[in-house]
């Protein structure tokens, strides 16, 4: 599927089978957040299909998927023969933008936790609502 | 082309039919798991496959050639239940039996796979761990250079390390070769991720088939009062239905598209497990998605 390239790739895969996400979406989110946390590069090659299959023993299929995700969000692109490599990176929010959303989410959970929630109960409320804005933002796409 | 295509198939054993009425087209290109409760037709169904039995009824081709025809045989390989290998003989031995009662054999790819796995040619089969014999029953079945690789239930037999190991390998040769797989098994958990098209055999019918992706999108669960569950099943192709006093989980069969939420209810995506795992509880209902669903009645079933 790929020729044998001298450099391996600066990431490896791991899935989770408890976290209910699919397997072609673990690994597309692992990519993002191996870019956000500087282990990938732009020119960066991401890890053959055959390594990826053999180390995790999933469909080939699966990988191609991912890798066709990546490259439709501006992320990677495939060179013929060569493999997937890394080509674009993260909107990044500003620090200030950042640190602004960041002592609003603090207010929100001194609010919470004066009503009675726990940390349990933020972590809970908030992927649930991240759950809702995901299904929002699908049925924008669909 | 189509990796397998049935019609009408049907095996009888005496009196009792271990296969009736199995309709099937099964696109080339695949990894195909077979799943189904122990006596539901899988080795049946893998045994016309492969031409070692010959159906009562109906027609079965692999990869346009009728089943148990010379070139259907050249392009496709056996891996049996047990793997049954001559257990006094080495593996070099069993390479060379290979290699000379096959006219496609790839000796060098062979060697190379032991080597790489680690498995002494001098050692004698008998001698071999249940993950290395596995590994060898699957070297001398991708030395043959299939364009079909039947595996009946090739892991049962593996502890968790060797069953990764042993799909590890069969990923490889996917990626590698672009075979079509078609393997059984029992263990659910063990289709997860590796197959990505799905057959259930049920009672010696098909019950399920397709893509793995269109049967996920095309099922979800329900979640809501009980209350409502009579109100809300009755509109919906329910799959299972599952109530506790207050609260109601609905296996549906539609597209997420197709299927409004009702208020007060929640829509939750299901995995491959829980879907399979559904229609084996519920042997009625059927799951016909694939390219030749022309039986709309059959589709209409659901229990």
Known sequence: MEVDKELPSPIEFRLDPGSGVPTYLQLVQQVEQALRLGYLKQGDQLPRVKDVVAGLAINPNTVLKAYRELEHRGLASGRRGQGTFVDGALPMVGLREQEALRRGLLRWMRTATAAGLDEEGIVALVSSALHDLHAENEEVVA | ?303
């Open chain 2, 1 to 303: 082309m189509n990796a397998v295509e049935t019609s009408g198939l049907g095996k009888r054993y005496g009196g009792t039919w271990a296969l009736r009425d199995c309709t099937l087209a099964i696109p080339a290109g695949h990894v195909v798991a077979l799943a189904g409760p122990n006596g539901a037709g899988k080795s049946t169904l893998l045994h016309l496959t492969v031409g070692l039995a010959k159906q009562s009824t109906g027609a079965i081709s692999v990869l346009g050639n009728a089943a148990g025809s010379l070139p259907a045989l050249d392009r496709v390989a056996f891996m049996d239940q047990d793997a049954a290998l001559y257990s006094g003989l080495s593996v070099a031995d069993m390479l060379q039996m290979g290699r000379s009662m096959n006219r496609r054999w790839d000796q060098a790819r062979a060697r190379d796979r032991l080597a790489e796995l680690d498995i002494p040619l001098t050692r004698r089969i008998g001698r071999l761990s249940g993950g290395q014999h596995a590994q060898v029953a699957l070297t001398l079945a991708l030395a043959r250079r299939p364009d079909l690789l039947v595996l009946d239930e090739p892991m049962s037999a593996l502890d968790p390390l060797a069953r990764h190991e042993f799909k590890s390998a069969l990923m490889t040769a996917v990626a590698q070769d672009g075979l079509s797989v078609i393997f059984s098994s029992h263990i659910v958990s063990d289709l997860e991720r590796v197959c990505d098209y799905l057959v259930v055999l049920a009672g010696g019918r098909v019950q399920v088939a397709g893509q793995t992706e269109d049967l996920l999108a095309g099922h979800h669960v329900l979640v809501g009062p009980t209350a409502q569950a009579d109100q809300v099943a009755a509109t919906l192709p329910v799959v299972r239905d599952r109530r506790a006093t207050a609260q109601t989980h609905l296996l549906i069969r539609a597209t997420g598209q197709t299927l409004a939420t009702p208020p007060g209810w929640r829509k939750e995506p299901v995995g491959l497990e829980e879907l399979v795992l559904a229609y084996l509880r519920e042997p009625d209902a059927f799951a016909l998605p694939g390219p030749r669903t022309s039986d709309a009645t059959k589709e209409a079933t659901f229990s």
